[in-house]
């Protein structure tokens, strides 16, 4: 079985300062792994996904995440904060049965502060 | 292209009716998903179509809920003699040949 840890329910930043969300993951194989962020009161939109191809993997609005797994883990970060990016991220393994379905936690809350 | 849609976009119904719920995938999209999101919580999945294998209904919660797909199209989520604890956002979604589950915007189920 595989599962992920977001390691902080809420983090907030001052716009232009780095962003850092965390994610452990627990898996006994290399998993694939998808950063999905969900703004308020919209749809759920595909951010990067790891699939052993890279350790960086650069995603969309300027986000990265780097796979470790010496530290089983699949950090998100971006450089500089924009306020626009306030939203829901969720860090997310795909199951490995052949139905593939996404393993949602909670996710953490990002708050961008002017 | 177009994406995921689903409707209506916001359901509000009153305890012990049925209810449909509707999610046209993107074209081509052989999976299709569904999701159900409570209110703070993350997804959980509930249902999983592949072409024209019998569906994965290992995520439904109750005998209540059923979905059809027909072909590789349109999918319908029912269910039937609602609920409060059924409100929820209720999401599909369609994944590429290379594994990406796009996301329709979701139905917002309020059972009085």
């Known amino acids: 079985a595989q599962s992920v840890t977001q390691l902080d329910s809420h983090v907030s930043v001052s716009e232009g300062t780095p962003v850092l969300l965390r994610c452990n993951y627990s898996s006994s194989y290399s998993p694939s792994l998808f950063w999905y962020v969900q703004h308020p009161n919209k749809g759920l939109q595909l951010l990067l996904k790891?699939?052993?191809?890279?350790?960086l993997v650069k995603g969309i609005n300027g986000f990265e995440a780097e796979f470790k797994k010496s530290e089983t883990s699949f950090h998100l970060t971006k450089p500089s904060a924009h306020m626009s990016d306030a939203a829901e991220y969720f860090c997310?393994?795909?199951?490995?049965?052949?139905?593939?379905?996404?393993?949602f936690g909670k996710g953490t809350k990002l708050s961008v502060k002017p | 292209g177009a994406g995921v849609s689903q409707s209506p976009s916001n359901k509000v119904t009153e305890k012990g009716k049925d209810v449909e719920l509707r999610c046209d995938p993107i074209s081509g999209h052989t999976a299709l998903y569904w999701y159900r999101q409570r209110l703070g919580q993350g997804l959980e999945f509930l249902i999983y179509f592949q072409g024209n294998s019998a569906p994965d209904k290992s995520g439904l919660p109750s005998d209540r809920f059923s979905a059809e797909r027909t072909g590789e199209s349109v999918s319908t989520l029912t269910i039937q003699r609602t609920q409060q604890e059924d409100s929820a956002v209720y999401l599909c979604?369609?994944?590429?040949?290379?594994?990406?589950?796009?996301f329709g915007p979701g139905t917002r189920l309020t059972v009085l």
């Open positions: 979604a369609s994944r590429s040949p290379n594994n990406e589950q796009f």
């Open positions: 997310v393994p795909r199951s490995r049965g052949s139905q593939g379905n996404l393993i």
């Open positions: 790891y699939t052993s191809a890279a350790t």
